[in-house]
């Protein structure tokens, strides 16, 4: 069979296929001519002009040429609308992963410090309601591969459970701002959310890196100005590296770094485990998990701190130290405890306080506030060995838990 001949039963072939009525004759040939050049000029291909005049006066000399040329610029054509029509993924971009986990409600994360053991210190978990918000969000912290304290959160209500101490229930609003601040920076969900928020706002600029194979992971990089990295806290420059899974779209992890003049050093990963896998509802019931014998407080039945009145936040502080220090000084060990922001009893009081011998406060300086907690520096006459020294120190004050008008002694990571 010549060229001819296969060309032509190769569109006679196609006709078939679109069930049209056509037959092959010249008046056919200048038809399919034409519709291809059509379909040429279109495809604006950058050809000179001397070379398309050459090329198509060979074309109209020859029959078999131009039916040749006219067949394969059609099955061309159809290709290409074939290709056209097939989905092609577009570039990353964020949106893309708040679509992914869009249905997700169950987030579960891990958080490695830097060291080459890469140690556990933090363990997460996240659950949104039907309506889209966080329902339930409960975090573990380790110390040397053993739980140390679980906090579990809803509803506003608060429970912390510290091994080997207590067990206490709070509500407080600024503590479940806290939390769900936490929950909505680092799980997958609201993480991706809450970037996409700041590079709106402009605070951020996100880079995003495509990887050069399809098993690699897509890279968003992120880099925030001093203090702008958290709430309430100072820090330097830092930077996130999100590891997004290139056929997921799911974010797999996060690697924390702190920008310094020396280089970029990195501080640890959350790593991003299980997507959509349900929490038993008893998992964030800390009061059924604990062992019975666990001492148990409720911060909202307790009468502790001071009230902040119409004191300013720095007046209330002041005045909490001051307090706080003449109990210590009459070894008032009751209200020495009542003025700690976790209620100590007054045993547990001269336990923790009875060795701080004060003989006289010289003088209460100007509180260096962080939001609801500050530092209140203070100088004294301390006794030692027999011996009066004055020395200089410090007591961290914070506003009392599940009491929001009330200010006491506590750390700051305290609660």
């Not at 799980?187 to 194979?213: F, H, R």
């Not at 604990?290 to 009230?307: F, L, Y």
């Not at 009751?334 to 701080?356: D, H, I, M, R, T």
């Amino acid at each position: 069979m010549s060229t001819a001949e296969k060309i032509e039963k190769l569109v006679k072939e196609f006709l078939k296929a679109k069930k049209t009525s056509a037959v092959i004759s010249p008046q056919m040939d200048e038809k399919i001519l034409g519709d291809a050049l059509a379909a040429f000029e279109k495809s604006k291909m950058e050809l000179s002009a001397n070379l398309q005049s050459s090329v198509w006066r060979i074309i109209m000399k020859s029959k078999i040429t131009k039916f040749a040329v006219a067949a394969v610029l059609v099955i061309a054509a159809i290709m290409s609308i074939t290709f056209l029509n097939k989905s092609v993924k577009p570039a990353y971009a964020l949106e893309q992963t708040i679509a992914a986990v869009e249905d997700i409600r169950y987030f579960h994360f891990k958080y490695f410090g830097n060291h080459p053991d890469r140690y556990l210190t933090k363990e997460a978990w996240v659950e949104y309601g039907p309506t889209g918000k966080v329902k339930n969000v409960r975090f573990d912290v380790y110390d040397e591969g053993r739980i140390s304290q679980s906090v579990a959160w809803k509803e506003g209500k608060t429970e912390v459970w510290s091994r080997g101490r207590e067990l206490t229930f709070f509500e407080d609003a600024n503590y479940t701002a806290k939390i769900l601040f936490f929950a909505s920076r680092y799980n997958p969900k609201g993480a991706m959310e809450y970037l996409d928020s700041l590079e709106k706002e402009g605070k951020v600029k996100i880079e995003i890196q495509e990887p050069a194979t399809k098993q690699e992971d897509i890279l968003a990089t992120v880099i925030y100005e001093p203090n702008t990295y958290l709430l309430e806290r100072k820090m330097p420059t830092m930077k996130d590296v999100y590891h997004i899974d290139n056929a997921t779209r799911l974010a797999k992890a996060v690697e924390i770094f702190e920008l310094d003049p020396n280089g970029p050093k990195p501080l640890g990963e959350w790593k991003y485990c299980d997507y959509n896998e349900p929490f038993a509802p008893e998992f964030f019931d800390l009061n059924k998990e604990a062992p019975s014998d666990v001492n148990r407080v409720d911060m909202m039945t307790m009468d502790i701190g001071i009230e902040k009145g119409n004191l300013s936040v720095n007046a209330i502080m002041i005045e909490v130290v001051r307090q706080f220090l003449e109990a210590l000084i009459h070894k008032d060990y009751a209200l020495a405890g009542k003025l700690v922001g976790q209620g100590l009893s007054e045993q547990e009081a001269k336990q923790n306080f009875g060795n701080f011998c004060i003989l006289e406060v010289i003088s209460i300086g100007e509180p260096k506030l962080e939001g609801d907690f500050g530092n209140v520096p203070f100088k004294a006459v301390f006794e030692k060995d027999g011996t009066r020294v004055e020395q200089n120190d410090v007591f961290p004050v914070r506003r009392a838990l599940g009491h929001p008008t009330r200010w006491a002694i506590g750390s700051k990571e305290s609660y």
